[in-house]
């Protein structure tokens, strides 16, 4: 049996993720394939393996570091991604039912989080925030994404009229237009779901890019971090804003606590740069209150094993659970079949416009063809 694995890369990342394994150049990988085909490839040939779990354990004792600085995480999540693929086609079941029979968990289509419009660093800051998103949550997956479909065509024709121009897209997908109000995407985005029950929104404010010198700065103006939550509570109260993910820079744990506070009982508030999968962090994050929700990236950890402790210790404290994608993505639909098999409340995947995201989209359909058999 051969089991293959891709390994996304992020472009907009946080400083406490796992470190990916790059050439001198800092776009190349072949040092990463060289620890591969080396020193990893002579710990796993030749032995016999009882278990994915016994395979992340020694990947993580042969890097020996506490970011996975030597081997690099894009390393060693292929070889956990492909090692966790083989153990369930060696037991022959999906993968899916194998991760959910691993971890206990009930599976459940997950809603989808779609990039509708791209800001921050995927749209060179045309916009301030860096991902704003549909979120979908019709009666089946295939519903969902027809809905979709065809609300992102109408957006497109919106935005050209509004700006009177085409509109460009960015990194993950999604159109690309310039505004100068933080309200008008909103607006624009609560008017194209009138009428479409099973639709909210969603952004990813990746405050992290917009904190300089102790203040967040957004088209062109300066906020504290108090005038920031007034900020979105007001996006809250008027539009069906459902989730609010890095409201506030990775370190600013008095933002994400008041926020939380704020907003917690009524929305989600998703820790992503401040939580990047670590159990640490997590753990942290849970005790201070700083968040409701998680957004899980295998590769901000390094291996499947360590995503699925994250992921069972967000569960424990009662917070949801969103998988994503990265902006440096890959056709590997192994995120799909994790947000299902783990019952996670939604999928993160991007836009409808690129293959490698649309892959994840059209797993999750290939899913429920299963179930429903």
Avoid: C
Wanted: charge should be negative; aromatic fraction near 8%.
């Amino acid at each position: 049996m051969i089991a293959l694995a891709g390994v996304p890369s992020g472009k907009s990342t946080g400083s406490h993720e796992a470190r990916e394994l790059r050439d001198e150049d800092g776009r190349g990988v072949t040092r990463a394939i060289a620890a591969v085909d080396g020193e990893i490839s002579s710990m796993l040939v030749g032995r016999e393996w009882s278990s994915p779990e016994e395979i992340d354990a020694a990947l993580i004792a042969l890097d020996g570091t506490p970011d996975k600085g030597r081997l690099g995480s894009n390393s060693m999540l292929g070889v956990s991604m492909a090692a966790w693929r083989l153990f369930a086609m060696e037991e022959g079941v999906e993968l899916w039912r194998y991760l959910a029979n691993k971890t206990g968990y009930t599976p459940r289509m997950p809603r989808i989080f779609s990039n509708v419009i791209n800001g921050g660093v995927h749209a060179n800051m045309r916009l301030p925030f860096q991902e704003y998103m549909l979120i979908a949550a019709a009666d089946t997956v295939r519903e969902s994404f027809d809905e979709l479909y065809k609300l992102f065509t109408d957006l497109r024709h919106t935005l050209e009229q509004e700006t009177r121009a085409m509109v460009p897209m960015g990194d993950e997908g999604g159109y690309s237009p310039t505004f100068d109000t933080i309200d008008k995407p909103f607006e624009i985005l609560s008017g194209l779901i009138k009428g479409h029950p099973h639709f909210s929104l969603a952004i990813d404010a990746a405050a992290s890019e917009l904190f300089e010198n102790g203040a967040y700065h957004i088209l062109g103006k300066t906020y504290s971090r108090d005038e920031l939550l007034v900020v979105y509570r007001g996006l809250a109260a008027r539009y069906p804003l459902e989730s609010i993910e890095d409201p506030f820079a990775e370190d600013d744990t008095q933002g994400f606590a008041a926020i939380t506070e704020a907003l917690g009982g009524t929305r989600l508030i998703v820790g992503d740069d401040l939580t990047v999968t670590n159990k640490t962090r997590i753990q942290s994050a849970i005790e201070a209150k700083l968040a409701n929700a998680l957004l899980v990236k295998p590769n901000q950890i390094g291996t499947i094993s360590e995503t699925l402790e994250a992921i069972r210790l967000a569960r424990e404290a009662r917070w949801e659970i969103i998988v994503s994608h990265r902006s440096g993505e890959t056709k590997d639909t192994f995120i799909a079949d994790l947000a299902y098999g783990i019952g996670a409340y939604g999928l993160k995947a991007g836009g409808l416009t690129q293959q490698e995201r649309l892959e994840k989209y059209e797993r999750l359909i290939e899913i429920e063809r299963q179930i429903s058999r």
